[in-house]
């Protein structure tokens, strides 16, 4: 008789947990809109994508969206935490969270890449792309694949190339309007050996530093100058420390969005699937913005404040562009020749389509 009630209770309590236990896994699904993107997500991803700059630049942005379309295609099942202004990591400490899976995302300038993967130091050779299509079709063909490509044997794997826009440069000294006006001046510059060379060519001297630490610099003068895109400028109110800028577009600064490799392979089919239709949408949406972006940020610089804007002529800009061809031979060797024969081959159809 004892055994018997014994064998009752359990019998009762397991009916109760069962129940109770159903039913709360009810509740949890009911809370989440059906999604068939989301069947196979039992468990909550977070992913955590850390960046350096503001949050009203196109990469700011970009992070946002992304995280937000992430949000409602999973339903809440994947969280993007957005951590940007280098308030976790400068680009060099992120790029080692990243290998070592301290977190998940990071979307880099490719020359903060390039002092460990030197390939990446292509996108950086000066007047390669002559417009924003030039870049966009290096993003999408073969130099884009190739440059994914370096990224899979060191614990990376890329998911997007992200736009910027082209640089400027910046100084305290003097308007840059042909080459020798760059003689002696000193340029905060991202670890890239290409840009050190591009400056040394034009007789100046670089100093690489974090972007947390551009502002200062220029302030207290241990720089006289640097190059950016008008976003970065604008935003980091890096033009109210400077008397001159020149509308160059020597140059481009773009990112390549990266996820830690390991964690993208132990993701379920349908988390990865949403992650791809994320990025998606944000990278068509982002390269607009972009370029709409530094746009009306100019329209800002030139209101608010009484920094000497110039802009170069086609014969000034062929000046600059003579000075820094030599850069071109000099990197081949250790970019590779048939990535440097591919950037060359582009430039050279957008120059000569003018498109
Ligand atoms: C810089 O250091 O100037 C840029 O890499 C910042 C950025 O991420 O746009």
Known sequence: MKSFLTISLFV???????????????????????????????QQIIIKFSHVVAENTPKGLAA???????????????????????????????????????????????????????????????????????????????????LFRTLESRNMKGLAFWSNGFKQMTNNRNPL????????????????????????LLGARSTPLAFNEVYRSLLTGTVDGQENTISNIYTKRLYQTQNYMTLSNHGYLGYVVI????FWEG??????????????????????QAVKMNQEQL????????????????????????????VYRQFAPIIGEPLTSRIQSLRKKYIESAD
């Open 267 to 288: 993701l379920p089919k349908q988390a990865q699937r949403i992650i791809r239709q994320a990025m998606e949408e944000t990278t068509a949406w982002m390269n607009d």
């Open 177 to 200: 309007i042909s080459p020798e006006d760059f003689k002696q001046l000193n340029f905060r510059i991202m670890p890239s050996e290409v840009i050190a060379a591009q400056f040394r």
């Open 64 to 146: 946002l969206k992304f995280a937000s379309i992430v949000k409602e295609k999973s339903g809440g099942q994947i969280e993007v935490q957005v951590f940007p202004n280098g308030m976790l990591y400068s680009e060099s400490q992120g790029i080692d969270a990243l290998r070592n899976g301290d977190i998940q995302m990071i979307a880099p300038a490719f020359s903060n890449l390039s002092l460990l993967i030197p390939q990446w130091l292509a996108m950086d050779l000066p007047y390669a792309f002559p417009n924003q299509k030039a870049v966009e079709e290096a993003f999408n063909g073969e130099i884009g694949a190739e």
């Open 12 to 42: 009762i309590i397991g009916l109760i947990t069962a129940v109770l236990v159903g039913f709360r896994e009810n509740l949890f699904a009911e809370n989440i809109p059906y999604d068939a993107e989301q069947e196979g997500l039992n």
């Open 299 to 326: 329209e800002l610089i030139r209101h608010s404040s009484d920094i000497k804007i110039d802009e170069l002529d086609a014969a000034e800009r062929e000046q600059w562009i003579k000075a820094l061809e030599p």
């Open 259 to 262: 996820i830690n490799k390991p």
